[in-house]
């Protein structure tokens, strides 16, 4: 017969404990250098993307900007307008008011080549002065 000797039994609990230390300590070191590469690959790419949105945010204010400009202000822009006509600031307070209710828009005011404010959904500016340099 062979097998164990009577008094003497083999111990298999040490060296299964020990596999599972080298797994636990193995799975342990592949997860954290994995999680420090994600950190250092994703950090990058997260700031990258969120630059892109916020250029991308701008070009798109710019050109909602410009084809209101065009297309809504614009024409409005007249003589009268220039000289504070209060029927025309009317007519282009209408004319700008979908824009400032949509919540596309904040604030709508239009210059003269002095710097002069001749339109503003906010009245209180009509008439003021800026630098239009700065």
Do not use: C
Request: aromatic fraction near 4%; glycine fraction near 10%.
């Amino acid at each position: 017969m062979h097998g164990p000797r009577p008094g003497r039994t083999i111990d298999v609990a040490p060296r299964e404990a020990t596999e599972r230390r080298e797994v636990r300590t193995a799975v342990l070191q592949f997860l954290g250098v994995g999680s420090l590469v994600l950190l250092l690959v994703a950090s990058p790419v997260v700031l990258w993307v969120r630059a892109e949105a916020e250029r991308h945010a701008l070009m798109n204010a710019r050109d909602i900007t410009q084809r209101v400009a065009d297309n809504v202000v614009g024409p409005l822009i007249t003589e009268e307008l220039l000289g504070g006509d209060a029927a025309t600031l009317h007519l282009l307070d209408q004319s700008v008011a979908p824009w400032l209710n949509s919540g596309n828009m904040s604030r709508i005011k239009v210059w003269d080549e002095n710097g002069r404010v001749v339109y503003s959904d906010a009245g209180s500016l009509i008439g003021q002065e800026f630098d239009p340099g700065g």
